[in-house]
């Protein structure tokens, strides 16, 4: 600070240091002072608005919860090698060519799957 008359930041305080700057933010994080969720932020007279009114949370909402029930309640009701497909397919990021050939299914077997696995889908969902 004596040096250039003002705060140094988070580049140069991790080079007098000798650490990365990602340690030093983690450590400038780890001093502030905790606020409570019900913490006032405006006050109008009337309504006041929280921290906790201010915070928002767009993974978890009601219609990504019952998604994932509906999804989980569709995939319990596969057979085991319907599950597989699944699993390699929209959890491991695998082709459909890559699944194909590690279940050994031949590309014309595959089309009439998918054809069938597209009503069953459609009627789970509805």
């Given at each position: 600070m004596r040096e250039h008359q003002r705060e140094p930041d988070i580049v140069e305080l991790a080079r007098a240091m000798n650490v990365p700057k990602e340690e030093v933010v983690f450590a400038l994080d780890a001093i502030l002072d905790p606020v409570s969720l019900f913490e006032p932020v405006f006050h109008d007279g009337t309504d006041t608005v929280c921290v906790m009114d201010?915070?928002?949370?767009?993974?978890n909402t009601d219609d990504h919860w019952l998604a994932a029930i509906a999804l989980r309640e569709a995939?319990?009701?596969?057979?085991?090698?319907?599950?597989?497909?699944i699993r390699l397919r929209f959890f491991e990021g695998r082709t459909q060519m890559e699944v194909a050939r590690e279940i050994h299914l031949s590309p014309n077997k595959r089309k009439q799957e998918k054809g069938q696995k597209a009503g069953k889908t459609a009627a789970v969902t509805a």
């Open positions: 201010q915070v928002g949370d767009t993974r995939i319990d009701g596969l057979d085991d090698r319907e599950k597989r497909i």
